[in-house]
């Protein structure tokens, strides 16, 4: 299986589209509704601060991303605060969300809480 396509946004940043720039001359990216934007009022500050560290972390993460930023932020904030990390107990949750997303195409702000 090939590699995946490296984002436009991650080339520039790390400079690939300098070293590689046939591979990115004419590369077209969907458009995006902007940032990744605030975290949800519902997550612990812990995990606020650390959706706000991985949106700083990773530029190229996009309105589109905030779902899975909101898993990785949960999970980041309970490990940083010390909590204790089931991760069976993590599971049934993350897949219904997913499985909501797939199946009524609802947006990500009405599952994850996440505002631009």
Known sequence: MPRRRTPL?????????????????????????????????????????EAQTFADELPWLNHSHRALVSIAAEIRGRLIAGEELSVSAQIPHYAAVFTIAGNEQRSCSELTGFRA
């Open 9 to 49: 946004a991650k080339a520039k940043i790390t400079g690939q589209n300098l070293n590689h720039a046939s591979r990115f001359k004419d590369r077209k990216e969907p458009n995006s509704q902007g940032p990744v934007g605030k975290p949800p009022k519902w997550m612990k500050k812990a995990s606020q601060l």
